[in-house]
């Protein structure tokens, strides 16, 4: 076997005992080498040196069967922590993340839609100093921060590619906040991020094929196939928001006519409900579409129904059992689940699938894309992915 194989095998073995243990301690060695068909020699160096390294715990020995003893293992929660951070284009959540995917502390912060990367950078690294001395954290006891942003990011190297929503191209993200914050940085994008979490901590939990799909500034899609994100060949898998459905539709905020955003996404429908009379926000088109005005009821049934196109679309495509439907459209207006669900289930998916997958809502909600950046750190500083 070639030194790479033997590598990738190591850090896999490594991470499916670290998950084990983190999911179903207190658990044995000799459970988990029943589970996972390792030697017991592999799994008792494994546990070694995650314990060296402060992660795992030993319980005192207790009785197992006739006169038997076994040491129980679990994970050190607050041993380790990591910093979630989600940016958009007018605001950065930021959260304190544990071992076990749980937010310690958060906070919110607003930003302008232009605001350039130096000064949004400045101020992520000012609100993380600022949030661990206001908890009383030990700035030690965090070993990286990730970041989830919409757009397309090489999760390699750190750089900021492509975002419409932020206005940045080929920005070094990762590079920049280490300087100046001295931890390591983890960024991707942020539905990839969200659909790690709902895959660990979430609606996919036990999921073997889910997409996630994204609605609210944007429209996008995060794929789980057989629990790994399905990345492409340059991180861009699930950019469904910049597909075209009309070429002579409207113009997109990337440059192109027609994209499937320009339907749904909040600017969009703020766009046009503007073209009728001033609508400041969501909630105010929503109210309108409440008090029975026809023009808001068409434009929001009409971004519903192309939804449910979204979801037979992926359907047809991947063929998940599960489909998560995520942001800030479903997470403030909750009602448009159902709504969804009764078009996808009635209308507009192609029959010979219906039924053969689930629609669910995000558990984690928008809590998620800090959850799952918070653990995209720590599997990076683990080197389990």
């Not at 996972?36 to 197992?64: H, K, P």
């Not at 070993?143 to 920005?171: A, C, D, E, R, Y």
């Not at 998940?320 to 507009?348: H, M, N, Q, R, W």
């Amino acid at each position: 076997m070639k030194k790479h194989d033997q590598d990738f095998m190591k850090r896999q073995n490594r991470l499916t005992v670290f998950e084990i243990i983190k999911n179903q301690a207190p658990i044995s060695r000799a459970a988990i080498a029943k589970q996972t068909g390792m030697s017991a020699t592999t799994v008792s160096r494994i546990v070694g040196e995650l314990a060296d390294q402060g992660y795992i715990l030993e319980s005192d020995q207790v009785s197992v069967g006739l006169g038997r003893k076994s040491t129980l293992l679990g994970i050190a929660d607050t041993s380790v922590l990591s910093v979630g951070v989600e940016l958009d284009s007018h605001q950065m959540n930021i959260g304190i993340v544990d071992i076990q995917g749980n937010i310690v502390c958060s906070s919110k912060y607003t930003r302008t839609s232009d605001e350039k990367p130096d000064v949004t950078l400045m101020r992520i690294s000012e609100a993380i100093h600022d949030l661990m001395e206001q908890h009383g954290i030990d700035k030690t006891r965090a070993l990286g921060i990730g970041m989830g942003l919409p757009g397309i990011v090489n999760n390699q190297t750190g750089i900021v590619v492509f975002s419409v929503q932020l206005g940045w191209k080929n920005v070094q993200l990762a590079e920049r906040l280490k300087e100046l914050t001295g931890y390591e940085v983890a960024v991707d994008n942020e539905l990839k991020v969200k659909a790690l979490a709902e895959h660990l901590k979430g609606a996919a939990i036990g999921s073997r094929r889910t997409a996630l799909l994204g609605f609210g500034n944007g429209v996008g899609s995060a794929l789980i196939l057989e629990g790994e994100i399905y990345r492409g060949e340059t991180n861009s898998a699930g950019e469904i928001g910049h597909t075209t459905i009309d070429p002579s539709g409207m113009m997109c905020e990337c440059g192109k006519a027609g994209c499937l955003q320009t339907y749904i996404n909040i600017s969009s429908l703020l766009s046009e409900a503007n073209k009728i009379r001033p609508i400041a926000t969501i909630e105010e088109l929503f109210a309108a579409r409440q008090a029975g005005e026809g023009w808001a009821k068409y434009l929001i049934e009409r971004a519903l129904q192309y939804i449910a196109i979204t979801v037979n679309n992926v359907v047809c495509m991947y063929n998940p059992d599960s489909v998560i439907l995520s942001g800030e459209l479903v997470d403030k207006f909750p009602a448009i689940y159902e709504e969804v669900e009764e078009l996808c289930t009635k209308e507009i998916v192609w029959e010979p699938l219906r039924g053969s997958f689930r629609i669910f809502r995000s558990e984690l909600n928008e809590r998620g894309v800090m959850i799952g950046s918070g653990l995209l750190s720590q599997m990076r500083f683990f080197k389990l992915d």
